[in-house]
Structures are given as C-alpha cells and as structure tokens.
C-alpha cells in the first residue's frame, strides 16, 4: 500500500492582497505524527482551515489516501478522513459531553428523521451503538466520569480532551490538531503527550500544530515550518532546529550567524 | 433500561383523566372555555413546530406565521364553498402539511447562509410576502377573495362523524368545540411524541450542534445545509397542520389571521417557555395562550367593582402586563421559565 496518507498541492490562499498560504505543498505519510510550526501569522491555522475545507483555496488541490478531497464541502471532508480540533475550543456547550463526541459519530450513522420518529429497531440499534462508543472514546481519553456534565461545564484540560474524543468519533485516517497544548499547565501537556502518543501508536496518522517547542520536538517525527504562508524546511526535528532559515524566522536575521 | 413503576403510571393515569375530563369542566364554566383551550392547543402544535427552527437549530425564523397561514388557505381553498371543492380531511390536512414544508424548504434554501439578525430580517419579509400575496390574490383571478377571507369553510368529518355539529352520546352533549378538543388531544400527543423522540435522535443531535457552533458541526461531519433545511420542512409542516385544524375550527380564514404579531406571540412562547425543552415550550405556549384571556375576562369585572367604571381598557392592560412579565421573564430567567437541560438527568438514571 502507498505510504503517502495526505498530500497537499500547491496551495495557495489569498484574503485581499495578503496571501496568507503561498504555494504550500507538504506529504504525510501513514503512521506518522507530522508537526507544522511557524511563528504567529505563519499561515499555519489557514493550512489547517484550508485541508478541512474551511475556507475555500484559490489555488491547488489535497489528496486523501489517494483520493481528491471535495474542499467546498467540509463535511465530506470530515466524513473521507480528516477529523479536527480547533486552537480555540469549539464544543457544542450546552450538550452533555456524551452528546459531543455522539454528534462527532453522525457521519457514522444513517438514522433519519423517519425512522427517528418511528423509533424503528434499525434507529434503535444504531443509537445504541453510537452512545456505546461514544461511551468507550470518553473512556479512552478519560474523561468517562464526565460523560453527563455540559460540555460548557467541564475543565479547560477536559474540553481539550473531550475535543480529540470527539474527532476521533469520525474514526478519521488523519488526525488534526490544532494546538492541543496551548494552555495547559506541565502535567496536562505531559498527559495530552502521552495520549498522542498513544493514539499514533494504536496506527492513527496525527497532524499538530503546537507553539511548544519543546513539545513538538519531542513528539513529532517529521516537522514542516511555515512562515508567511511559505514552507521554509522540512523535515526530522533534529534537522529543523539547525536549519538557518528556521532560526532566522524565529528569531530574526542574524542570530543563525555563529 | 429505566424500571417505570407504579407512581409514574398512576400519574399518567390521572393526566390522562383530567385532560379527558376537562372540556366538560371547563364548558361548566362558559362554552367559551372549550373554544380558547382549543386555539391554545393549536398554539403549542405552532410553538413546537417554530421549536424545532428556532430553539433547537438556533435558526431565529419571524415568519413562521406564513406556515400557519399556507396550511390554513390549503384547508379553506380546499374544502369550501369558494371553488365549490370539498375534498376529506385525511388528503387535505397531510397536503396542508405537505405545502407548508415545500414552503419551509423555499423559505430555508435561501437563507442558508444567513446566521441571526440577517436571517430574521429575511424571514419576517418572507411572513409579510406570504400575507400580502393572500390579501391580493383576488385578481385577475379570485385565488383567495383577498381582505374578505374565505367563508363556510367545511368542518372536520372523519368516519361519519361529523365535528361542526352538536350531538349526544349516552346522555351526554357533546358540542362542536369539545369534539375538536379531542382531535386536538389526539394530534397534540402524536406531535409531541415526535418531538420528543426527534430531540433526542441523530438529527435532534445535529440540530442542537448547529445551533451551538456551525463551525464545529461541519467539521464534526455534518452537512449543515441539509439539517438546516430539514429543520425548516419540519417546523413549517406542524405549522401546516396547526393552520388546517385552525381552518376547520374556525370556518372562516382571512389574511388578518397571520400578521406578524401571530409570529411574534409564537417565538415568545418559545422563548417565555424555554428555547429547546419540549415541555417548557407547552408551558409557554399555554400561558400566553391563557393569562391574556383570563384578563379579558377578569379586568373589566374587578375594574367596575372597585372604580364602578373601567378606567384601562383590557386590551391595553394585557399589552401592558404582557411585556412585563416578557421583561421580567428575560431578566430573571433568560433560558426561558423552563429551560432546556439536555436531558441530564434521564440519562444519569439509565447509566
């Protein structure tokens, strides 16, 4: 089977004159858990809102598992692969964190407003099914004594939590995070590592944004560095902390100078 | 599974009893009684209905009046002396239901893009257009008899039993009014089993995430477009059905019936009641359905016993204590005297 999980082509995206992505094209490859860093403004949220159809692209195309996503329609993105969190939280507050991750598996499901209504045993069958796993993803990211409580209601660290549940309710190919860490105090960020690494371990493809370094370095296998909307390097952590243009990016012209 | 054991039986029992037992309680009191009951409960079939829009979807819809309103033409054009057509209830009520989703859906796929204040503007030009069409579309052809309305519309008949007129039954009357009570009674209980069971469904759930962050529900997989536009065809055909019992009842229909006060007085019985939670909906709706008539007919007697004149009109009165209690309301309970708690409770039981 081709290795090549996501595969983005030249994307290009403009809002008014400021073109916030500028040509990015970047591969995934199954099994790996992939950072994309950058300073503020980067462009590195655009990506993100970009591959799930979010915002429409000017330019260029994304490949999932060989197939091309249809980017004006962020559900089917969601329903092909990719499942996301957002640098903000964004949960459904006033639902129970139960309902979250249940609302994370419609794409799952088939039940419609007829069968709803007649409460038919398929209807039934499936309902069932999708609280049971829901049940099992609270669970698996432990946060399973919460299950009741509004989302809205919960702590800070278990909304981030309760946020992957929900993602990973779409049993998506890949992943995506969008600054899981941002926020949380050392054992959360320690915790949330260990989840990640976790999930990449049991096969799942993760894509992170993270301003962590230290958390990046330590977590992510290969590393893309985004700065105004251009990919300036590529690569495993350890070459990326010693490339000039990386260094200089963050840290301004000069400072790569020995 | 929840045990359900005695005391909950016994309760449903006695509801059951009162709600059969009441027309004849309340015709004791005036005849007049039955009739207000009556449009009280095709107040809550249009509140659930606008419910489903507004409350669980979050889509703020002004002019679900015009739901009512095609449901109510479909009924008068229908079965009336008018074009001299008199179709059976069981086509003409399913069709009312059927057009005012069509409606839902037109009114639904243009607005699909607009969010809150834009979509109630949308909306509420969308209600008077609807109107407006009724009150002039009687040339150059005599669609609807325009400001006259449409008369002698027929009753309700279903096997045999003919709803307009009065009759006995063991020795008991039965009036016009307390036999629509129990069609009603028999419809409220279908529409709310639906809306129960819908609430807390696949679709109930996306609606709901909608409503939170649309954001969100995209990219949780759900095609926000669709569920929006189900969420109209949905809360419109209740609003269908409600203005063909209204039509029947009635027997008369004009387009005065369906003015933007009858939107307005709908979306705050949701809101009094509390956006998204069936029951507080009914609530809702049976108090602003209620509290104005029982001032109507309460004012004017205490006025004249205490002043020996009236002093303040009863019209102006209950305007008066109407938006208070809506600003009193909004103020010490804004999610609505009985709001949504997304069945947290239930569910804890069951676990």
């Known amino acids: 089977m081709n290795s090549v999980l996501l595969e983005a082509r030249k994307l290009t995206k403009r809002f008014g004159g400021v073109i916030a992505l500028k040509s990015v094209s970047l591969t995934i490859h199954r099994g790996e858990i992939y950072g994309l860093i950058g300073p503020n403004g980067a462009g590195k949220t655009t990506f993100f809102n970009v591959i799930t159809g979010l915002y429409a692209c000017d330019e260029g195309e994304v490949w999932l598992a060989g197939e091309r996503l249809d980017l004006s329609r962020p559900h089917r993105v969601a329903a092909a692969g990719i499942a996301r969190t957002f640098q903000n939280v964004r949960l459904f507050a006033n639902m129970t964190a139960l309902e979250n991750v249940m609302v994370g598996r419609h794409a ?19 309902e069932a099914a999708m609280r049971a796993k829901a049940m099992e993803l609270l669970r698996y990211v432990g946060i399973e004594r919460r299950a009741y409580d509004l989302a809205g209601h919960l702590s800070y660290g278990d909304q981030r939590r309760l946020e992957i549940a929900r993602a990973l309710a779409l049993e998506p190919k890949l992943l995506a995070l969008d600054e899981p860490a941002a926020g949380m105090n050392a054992t959360e960020t320690e915790a949330l590592r260990q989840l990640i690494e976790g999930l990449n371990r049991d096969g799942l493809t993760v894509l992170l944004i993270e301003h962590d370094m230290r958390f990046v370095m330590g977590l992510c296998h290969r590393i893309a560095v985004l700065d105004y909307g251009e990919k300036i390097a590529e690569g495993a952590p350890a070459e990326i902390s010693r490339d000039a243009r990386v260094i200089e990016a963050y840290l301004g012209q000069g400072a790569a100078c020995p | 599974m929840r045990q359900l054991r005695w005391p909950y039986w016994l309760g449903v029992l006695l509801v059951a009893a009162t709600l059969l037992l009441l027309p004849f309680a309340l015709s004791a009191i005036g005849t007049a009684w039955v009739r207000i009951t009556n449009l009280a409960i095709l107040f809550v079939f249009l509140a659930l209905g606008l419910n489903i829009v507004v409350g669980m979807a979050g889509l703020l819809d002004l002019g679900y009046v015009a739901f009512y309103a095609v449901g109510a033409y479909t009924w008068a054009l229908l079965a009336s002396p ?70 002698r519309i027929d009753g309700l008949s279903l096997a045999g039993i003919q709803f307009n007129a009065s009759e006995t039954f063991l020795g008991i009357p039965f009036t016009a009014p307390i036999k629509y009570y129990y069609v009603l009674l028999i419809l409220l209980l279908v529409i709310l089993i639906i809306n129960l069971r819908l609430a807390d469904s696949r679709i109930g759930r996306a609606w709901v995430a909608i409503r939170e962050d649309e954001i969100a529900a995209k990219a949780c997989g759900i095609d926000t477009r669709n569920v929006k536009l189900l969420a109209f065809a949905m809360g419109a055909s209740f609003g269908g059905i409600a203005g063909g019992m209204f039509a029947a009842i009635q027997g ?37 359905s209620f509290v104005p008539e029982l001032l109507r007919y309460t004012v004017e007697p205490i006025q004249r016993a205490l002043f020996g004149r ?19 309301t909004m103020r010490f309970r804004p999610a609505g005297l009985w709001p949504e708690k997304r069945h947290k409770q239930e569910m804890s039981v069951a676990s």
């Open chain 1, 108 to 126: 799952k499901g088939r039940a419609g407003v007829i069968s709803a209504i007649l409460r038919t045993r398929g209807e039934r069958g499936e």
């Open chain 2, 82 to 151: 008018h074009f001299d057509v008199h179709w059976p209830a069981w086509a003409i009520l399913p069709l009312g239901a059927a057009l005012a989703c069509v409606a839902g859906v037109l009114l639904g796929a243009p607005t699909l893009r607009l969010r809150g204040d834009y979509l109630a503007i949308v909306t509420l030009g969308f209600g008077e257009i609807v109107r407006i069409f009724l009150n002039n579309l009687s040339a150059p052809f005599n669609i609807t008899n325009g400001p006259k309305g449409i008369t």
């Open chain 2, 310 to 328: 009236m002093l303040i009109e009863p019209e102006v009165l209950r305007m008066l204590i109407f938006g208070a209690a809506l600003v009193l």
């Open chain 2, 252 to 288: 008369f229909v004009s387009p005065e019936s369906f003015v933007l006060n009858e939107s307005i007085m709908i979306l705050a019985m949701v809101v009094l009641g509390g956006m998204g939670n069936v029951w507080g909906v009914i609530a809702g709706a049976m108090l602003l």
